[in-house]
């Protein structure tokens, strides 16, 4: 269905980073870089399925910039700009609209405080490297001496995006005093997004004993190809990142295009099985639309009825 009306985003501009404008093929129409990043008159159609908040986190929120959503963690959304602007971000909606001020962290932090049971607090957006190094550490800081906080992660397409940020100020804002693990979690969807500089910035971030793990969109027109994803997962894996999660595309508002059936994400990772190490396998999740969760959703090998599984080859066995 195509309608006239533009999708209502919080963020309508097109902002793409130099280091990612350089990687575009401005000869290939198709360019996967492009896609994710050039808007498209494409965005201006809506289907019915189309939401505004694909992943509810309205309905867990209990105070501004928390969506509390799990028992043990909690997503902390400190900023909500980002160095680029994803064409398909399942938080179109949000994106560009500032960061919360010193009051309302002082409300996140009191709440993660007052709930002994959160054990992980996710820092995400929005991109949180956009904070400058000095305001990052004071949280990760804050966050890190609440005894019961384990872990801190951070969401984030910085490295790629604009490697010359990540300076040596930022990786020591990601190493809080006293220690506790910090863990980066790093936006790629193609192969070449990971440009020498990338990969030089994921390596400062590494070298500082960092642990590093990577998210996956699974996007039409960009990389649902088994062949397109074996290539970046190895490569995520030289470069010391553990492919974590290969998302089915949200259902953001404008984005239909970029969507793909779970049958055929399905067929994806199952070809992806025995042909690459296990691990460069991420998760196949999807976040079931309206904030019920997040689930796996990768192919089965095992037929309860029959009693049998079946090898990477497609043979069956008796188990
Ligand atoms: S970096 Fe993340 S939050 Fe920002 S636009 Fe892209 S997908 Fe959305």
Redesign the pocket.
């Known amino acids: 269905m195509t309608n006239s009306k533009a999708p209502t985003a919080g963020?309508d501009q097109q902002l793409l980073t130099p280091a990612l404008a350089a990687l575009i093929d401005p000869t290939d129409a198709n360019d996967p870089i492009a896609r994710q990043f050039v808007a498209s008159a494409a965005e201006l159609d809506l289907v019915p399925e189309d939401l505004a908040d694909p992943i509810g986190d309205e309905s867990y929120s209990p105070l501004k910039g928390v969506v509390h959503r799990y028992p043990d963690r909690v997503l902390l959304k400190p900023v909500?700009v980002?160095?680029?602007?994803?064409r398909?971000?399942?938080?179109?909606e949000q994106?560009g609209k500032g960061a919360m001020n010193p009051a309302e962290i002082a409300a996140a932090l009191a709440y993660v405080a007052a709930r002994p049971e959160l054990r992980e607090v996710i820092l995400?957006?929005?991109?949180p490297l956009m904070l400058a190094p000095r305001r990052l550490a004071a949280l990760i800081t804050a966050l890190a001496a609440i005894p019961h906080v384990e872990l801190v992660r951070v969401?984030?397409?910085m490295p790629i995006?604009d490697p010359a940020r990540i300076t040596p100020a930022l990786v020591r804002a990601l190493r809080p005093k006293p220690a506790k693990a910090v863990w980066l979690a790093v936006?790629a969807n193609h192969p070449r997004e990971l440009s020498p500089e990338a990969c030089a910035a994921l390596a400062r971030l590494a070298d500082a004993g960092i642990p590093l793990l990577s998210q996956t969109?699974l996007l039409k027109g960009v990389n649902d190809d088994a062949g397109v994803l074996e290539t970046l997962f190895r490569a995520l894996v030289r470069n010391r990142i553990k492919p974590y999660y290969l998302h089915h595309p949200d259902r953001a508002r404008g984005t239909a295009h970029f969507r793909l059936g779970l049958a055929e994400g399905r067929a994806l990772v199952k070809a992806l099985r025995g042909r690459l190490t296990g691990i460069a396998q991420p998760t196949y999740v999807l976040d079931i639309p309206g904030g019920a969760g997040k689930v796996p959703v990768g192919a089965d090998y095992w037929d309860e009825g029959e009693g049998v599984v079946e090898d990477p080859d497609g043979g069956w066995h008796r188990y």
């Open positions: 963020r909500l980002c160095p680029v602007y994803c398909f971000c399942f938080r179109r994106v995400t957006g929005g991109d969401h984030t397409r995006a936006h969109v």
